[in-house]
């Protein structure tokens, strides 16, 4: 059947100022080549616990289970909803964006009954609603993002995670996006699953899924009428891989994938949490302000903008792809289109890591600016 | 908490001559250094249409469905197991070591009910046991492994697979420790579903597990009553980012491990995959002969050595992680225990892909010669 030529590969160099991927950083790239050990061998050992130590610095945590998920952030998600929901559970899922959708989805999958709590996309998710839906029902669980990656709103946490507290619930985080970029003190705030990718603001390849759960969360999931229904994403087993003494193989770790990530966390405790913190949001304040004197609309309500990433709407008569296309081929940017239902309707820029930075700033406002003008928009 | 300093990552080179991972090949971890582009970026598209058509090559396969799932090669086997089985179905369950048992774990995680058909660890699964097990019950799907890592046996294939078709059942293969370096060809022995993964034969990192799924196995699959209950592991929305024009966003593909897979097919086209069959039989036997020759015995059935992974019995009185220790720490050799029910009492020899070659064999012999003898081992 074959008998062609594969060449070896040649990626373009692009700057990923979309959604995530993030450009990965260059210290990171470096252990990449390093030779890989065994997943039991000593010295992984110690790289997994200097991994651990480093993620629950991040997450701002003391949880015991703490470690990345061998997955991308989906699987992330999908570990924390299914050891946590068993048939016949009710959990509230809270949707403004297509990554709720997302949770509502695994939700059923695992014979949960999803209660949703809506708002308008681009919008917040008011506690009161939150408050509303557990007096009316029995939910075991809320189900919330923290960074909406579609929408680029950033959810504000502590007074619902308050609430949820009060009606004995457990509250579950989707932080793939914030970690790492935006405020997130998974202890303060009573978060008690919580979990992220590592190809955001950790500046590391995709295929890492960092989670956290609180004492709490395990005390539920230990006492659960029945088994997890994934074998892979089962954190009690993981747990005994990833954080126990008496290390007990569960499946083989991406060895190479953790080497990256635990140098992206060493990287993030060198800056420190809360320097980047601002380094985020200042730099996104000024793509606003760019974007905004171009005369182009911010999708999201402005009071909560995510610090990795902002949605602006396509201007009226443009064309998505061709703008993208432009930003792609002439300046090698990516810049993210819509999703779901935003298809063709916004652009999402992100400035995630080491890409959160002033000369990405200007790259992307000129880029754009000159796209745009190209294909025919002129602003007053 | 944290006040204490991370040093660079500085990792020991070891000769991975265990269970898996293998060594990288230093033509794939040159790959791993490139740029990263964006998961629907033009050029990530040709490279993934690439590596679907390698591993049709390497599984020896025209199936449509058949791309790495984003995750080590349990969740390869989820994958499989969870697609096909619903709630109440009944599934023949092939088990003669360890990961037969995690099969019949996750069967009954879907909600399936197993059946068993057991051999002692070492042994073949007959195929008139699996017969026998059809003919009693109204099973689904056989599930089996191929080259079973825990024992080192190496599974015939092509008889069972005809009375499981006979009985009109799926046959499901676990190819983990097998594609690439043993024989094997999904078309012609009528496999439906097999996974694999990418850190064995393949000399890629750890973190892909490859899979491919007959026309007749997705005629079942999408006509479940239900869901698949791992959104994550969905062949049906996984097929509509990896194989279909219209690209729609799945996950984030763990695109760096994506690259070293193609780079790792691209070396396993280049050097014939029927060439690689017979390379890895040839210094599987020569490894046997040299173990033989020290008075150790193999625990496999020698008419079913796995050509990529030998298990030899701990000799009486030498005590198992001392030797394993002196590899590792005076030669840097990693060779694996025993797994479950094995564990101190045989140890496994593996030669996957580059790390099959004359050289290794020489090396590991001599050097577990040398440790054996000061562990006070005396043959005659």
New interface residues.
């Given amino acids: 059947?074959?008998e062609r030529s594969?060449g070896?590969?040649?990626?373009?160099?692009?700057l990923?100022l979309?959604a995530?991927?993030s450009?990965?950083d260059p210290r990171v790239?470096?252990?990449?080549?390093?030779?890989?050990?065994?997943?039991l061998?000593?010295?992984?050992i110690e790289?997994m616990d200097?991994t651990v130590?480093?993620l629950?610095?991040a997450f701002k945590t003391?949880n015991h289970i703490t470690f990345p998920i061998?997955?991308?952030?989906?699987?992330g998600m999908?570990s924390a909803i299914?050891n946590v929901v068993e048939r016949g559970d009710e959990v509230i899922v809270c949707i403004n964006g297509f990554f709720g959708e997302?949770m509502r989805?695994?939700v059923?999958?695992?014979g949960g009954k999803s209660i949703e709590v809506r708002a308008p996309w681009g919008e917040i998710i008011k506690k009161e609603a939150v408050e509303e839906a557990l007096a009316n029902s029995n939910a075991k669980a809320v189900a919330i993002v923290h960074a909406e990656t579609s929408t680029g709103i950033l959810q504000p946490l502590k007074e619902i995670s308050k609430i949820v507290h009060e009606y004995d619930a457990l509250l579950i985080v989707d932080a793939v996006t914030s970690l790492g970029g935006c405020e997130l003190t998974v202890d303060d705030w009573g978060i008690d699953l919580c979990y992220s990718?590592s190809?955001k603001c950790l500046n590391c390849?995709?295929?890492l899924a960092p989670i956290t759960v609180s004492e709490r969360a395990m005390n539920v999931i230990r006492n659960r009428r029945t088994?997890?229904?994934?074998?892979?994403?089962d954190l009690s087993t993981i747990e005994k891989y990833w954080v126990e003494n008496n290390r007990i193989?569960?499946?083989?770790?991406?060895?190479?994938?953790v080497?990256a990530l635990?140098?992206g966390l060493?990287l993030l405790?060198k800056e420190g949490l809360e320097n980047r913190w601002i380094r985020h949001k200042e730099n996104i304040q000024a793509l606003i302000s760019g974007l905004e004197e171009m005369e182009l609309t911010i999708f999201t309500d402005k009071n909560y903008i995510c610090p990795a990433i902002a949605a602006i709407k396509i201007p009226n008569g443009i064309d998505d792809g061709s703008v993208r296309r432009r930003l792609?081929e002439e300046y090698n940017i990516?810049i993210?289109g819509g999703?779901g239902k935003l298809k063709g309707k916004v652009w999402r820029i992100g400035l995630m890591g080491i890409n959160s930075n002033k000369k990405n700033v200007i790259l992307v406002l000129e880029a754009l600016k000159s796209a745009l003008k190209r294909e025919g928009y002129n602003p007053k």
Wanted: with cysteine.
């Fill in positions: 059947m074959l594969y070896e590969l040649k990626p373009p160099e692009r990923l979309g995530g991927p450009n990965i790239l470096r252990v990449l080549s390093l030779p890989i050990v065994g997943h061998d000593p010295y992984f790289v200097e130590e480093l629950r610095y003391s061998s997955g991308t952030g989906s699987a999908e299914c997302r989805e695994m059923e999958r695992c990718a190809q390849p995709p295929g088994k997890v229904q994934s074998w892979y994403l193989y569960h499946h083989t770790a991406p060895i190479l994938l080497y635990r140098e060493r405790y792609r990516t993210s999703l």
